[in-house]
């Protein structure tokens, strides 16, 4: 994988994903304007135009941040956002010889974030993963195990969506709802890693659809959707006075 050209639908897919699952958060209030995860995570990849190597970084890191934190732990609505955010700008400074500095990043989420709350939350990031920016062998195995797997879901429904229709079907046509997507047992993942048929997995591999959105903030977000990411104003939202010191 390229530390330079363009991000594939899968590899964003599976990013929005690990920010979604990494920690649960309550819903932003409703005059919040905070944007959705996964335009906010779209826009940041497209604007700073990281490869898709860094993130894939950045998703290990998600994804050994999910496992630090205790099952209880519980994240404020624009926690997400942050996460990713620290872990993009970690894994784009770790494998690029030239990276951007921080006050480039408030740019790419339109101001989201001030540069002071950026170099926050990037040294609280570094002090939970204990300051190893290393991408071990296992966690880019299940990395990439992912984006294979939701990579070929997306071809497949390409594929079938392109089939032409035979006059000799049925008179009375309906369509359908694309499938769920299924996933199946990669050797190098735990099963903890894998979706459960009840309960939604932490990083699941059906990701997005509507049987693994759950309230916990894993967004109703169809594949096809993935490849055109909408370039709205990001605002910043109305946080208390407490919350550039959390995640």
Not at 71 to 86: E, N
Not at 143 to 163: E, P, T, Y
Request: proline share 11%.
């Amino acid at each position: 994988m390229s530390n330079t050209g363009q991000v594939s639908p899968a590899v964003l897919a599976v990013a929005i994903n690990a920010a979604a699952t990494v920690i649960s958060v309550p819903p932003p209030p409703p005059a919040s304007q905070l944007p959705p995860l996964a335009q906010f995570v779209g826009s940041v990849v497209a604007r700073s135009k990281v490869g898709p190597n860094a993130v894939s970084v950045a998703v290990a890191y998600l994804e050994r941040i999910r496992r630090t934190l205790p099952k209880s732990a519980r994240g404020l609505p624009c926690s997400g956002h942050r996460l990713f955010l620290a872990a993009l700008i970690l894994s784009a400074k770790y494998i690029n010889d030239k990276t951007y500095k921080n006050r480039s990043w408030v740019s790419f989420t339109e101001g989201l974030f001030p540069v002071s709350e950026i170099n926050l939350m990037e040294r609280q990031f570094l002090s939970i993963i204990d300051f190893d920016l290393h991408c071990h062998e296992e966690d880019h195995a299940q990395v990439m195990c992912a984006i294979r797997a939701f990579d070929s879901k997306i071809q497949g429904m390409m594929f079938s969506k392109q089939q032409p229709v035979r006059s000799d079907s049925a008179t009375s046509f309906e369509p359908h709802s694309p499938p769920e997507f299924v996933s199946k047992p990669c050797p190098v993942l735990s099963q903890g890693y894998l979706p459960s048929p009840v309960a939604p997995s932490p990083l699941p591999l059906s990701m997005m659809t509507q049987s693994s959105a759950s309230s916990a903030g894993v967004p109703r977000f169809h594949p096809y959707q993935l490849a055109a990411v909408h370039n709205k104003r990001l605002v910043s939202p109305s946080v208390s006075p407490s919350a550039p010191a959390q995640f």
